[in-house]
């Protein structure tokens, strides 16, 4: 599933570079500490890679 914001693509980066140890746990805020626990690496993976040059910035 793709993206719907810039905002979400980019909690769902951060949230993937904690799943895979490269940043801390401790350092997430907001939607991506949610992202780390409730889904799986696969599915960060599909938000993360989302082409972010049509999204809006945030969900309206």
Do not use: I, Y
Request: charged fraction near 35%.
């Amino acid at each position: 599933m793709p993206a719907k914001s810039k905002a979400q693509q980019k909690a769902a980066g951060a949230a993937l570079s904690a799943k895979r140890g490269e940043t801390a746990k401790s350092d997430l805020k907001g939607a991506s500490k949610q992202m780390v626990e409730s889904m799986s690496e696969k599915q960060l993976e599909e938000l993360a890679e989302t082409k972010r040059k049509k999204l809006p910035n945030k969900k309206s």
